[in-house]
């Protein structure tokens, strides 16, 4: 059975850190180009950062030199670095993968790749709060 688990989110000041992990189940990893969705409140779920399975990564702008996303296939795990958090980041973080034969570029997976042919797989979510 295919399987994301999401944890780490919590809440966080302005200015500070927070560590998310995805653990997949059910499947090889390896293969696959996956990453990191958020919906906040009253928006429209966006793609933050992916990575490929050649390790080729694609940020969001609005994270770009704030976020780090990495991979450890030997854990099966997928992780994303937050630091100097902004309240904006306030959001329900999602892991997703796309099909190994259909998306592979990471920019692609995290941007278009879900309306032409929907995530393979969606973890259920951890929220990430920011707040003074």
């Known amino acids: 059975q295919v399987q994301l688990v999401e944890s780490g989110g919590g809440v966080v000041h302005p200015g500070g850190s927070l560590r998310l992990s995805c653990v997949a189940s059910?499947?090889?990893?390896?293969?696959?180009?996956i990453g990191w969705f958020r919906q906040a409140p009253g928006k429209e779920r966006a793609g933050v950062s992916c990575i490929s399975a050649t390790n080729d990564v694609y940020y969001a702008d609005s994270v770009k030199g704030r976020f780090t996303i990495s991979r450890d296939n030997a854990k099966s795990t997928i992780y994303l670095q937050m630091d100097s958090l902004k309240p904006e980041d306030t959001a329900n973080y999602y892991c997703a993968t796309a099909h190994p034969g259909q998306g592979r570029s990471p920019s692609y997976v995290c941007t278009d790749y879900e309306a032409e042919y929907g995530m393979d797989s969606w973890g259920s979510g951890t929220l990430v709060t920011v707040s003074s």
């Open positions: 059910g499947f090889n990893l390896d293969y696959y180009t």
